[in-house]
């Protein structure tokens, strides 16, 4: 799986977009962009993932270059309750298990 | 909305002795697996299970480790002599199926080994 790096912190202030950059420049064909928080010892919780168009749900938004060599997560109206460890895990389809880096702590400031 | 469950939330337990981990994936969820966290350092892939067998496993899954599923609905994790270096929350988490590629986690069990 290809690596990753994220900034290690980022604030945003309440109500405004979080953006979350993820480099992935070894990113090869077959490898989808996945993105997990971990809000304070829960455990990581599923927020968005793609291939190479831009995707949206309910939660979040994720942009991936044309290159796919590097994506944004957007949080658009962040809350006090989206304060948590972003992690961008970057894995072939078929790869059973996820690999976790030390992601980017976004503290969402009143 | 379904969710993933453990128990216990805390566990305690004494150099050497075994543990049991619960988990109770969701229901049409087909592809499960622990995970570990030790206190201030990354998520860890322990194991992956899938049709009642272990599909892969990390160097940290040794022979003190195993994974069941006893009956359709649970999924355990025992660690047969606990060590202190074990003491991490454990996260299982499950996925419904091989082309959906979403892994749901539970809320972990706290291992404290003394």
């Known amino acids: 799986d290809a690596k990753t790096t994220q900034p290690p912190s980022m604030d945003c202030a309440e109500g405004r977009a979080a953006n979350l950059p993820c480099n992935h420049s070894?990113?090869?064909?077959?490898?989808?962009v996945y993105w997990y928080r971990q809000i304070h010892s829960q455990g990581p919780q599923y927020i968005i993932h793609g291939l190479k168009n831009n995707e949206t749900n309910e939660m979040a938004s994720l942009i991936i270059t044309e290159d796919r060599k590097s994506s944004t997560l957007i949080l658009p109206h962040a809350t006090l309750r989206d304060t948590a460890v972003y992690y961008c895990?970057?894995?072939?389809?078929?790869?059973?298990?996820?690999?976790f880096g030390k992601g980017t702590l976004l503290t969402v400031n009143p | 909305e379904p969710e993933v469950t453990q128990t216990p939330s805390h566990q305690v337990t004494q150099m050497g002795q075994e543990v049991i981990l619960r988990c109770v994936p969701i229901?049409?969820?087909?592809?499960f697996y622990w995970y570990r966290q030790i206190l201030g350092q990354k998520v860890e892939f322990l194991v992956s299970?899938?049709?009642?067998?272990?599909?892969?496993k990390s160097e940290i899954f040794d022979d003190q480790f195993s994974v069941e599923r006893p009956d359709g609905s649970n999924f355990t994790l025992k660690i047969r002599s606990t060590k202190l270096e074990d003491s991490a929350m454990y996260f299982c988490a499950s996925r419904v199926q091989r082309d959906r590629d979403e892994q749901y986690f539970g809320p972990g069990t706290r291992l404290t080994v003394t």
């Open positions: 299970f899938y049709n009642n067998e272990i599909s892969e």
């Open positions: 070894t990113i090869s064909g077959n490898e989808y």
């Open positions: 229901s049409n969820h087909l592809y």
């Open positions: 895990i970057v894995k072939r389809g078929s790869n059973y298990k996820l690999t």
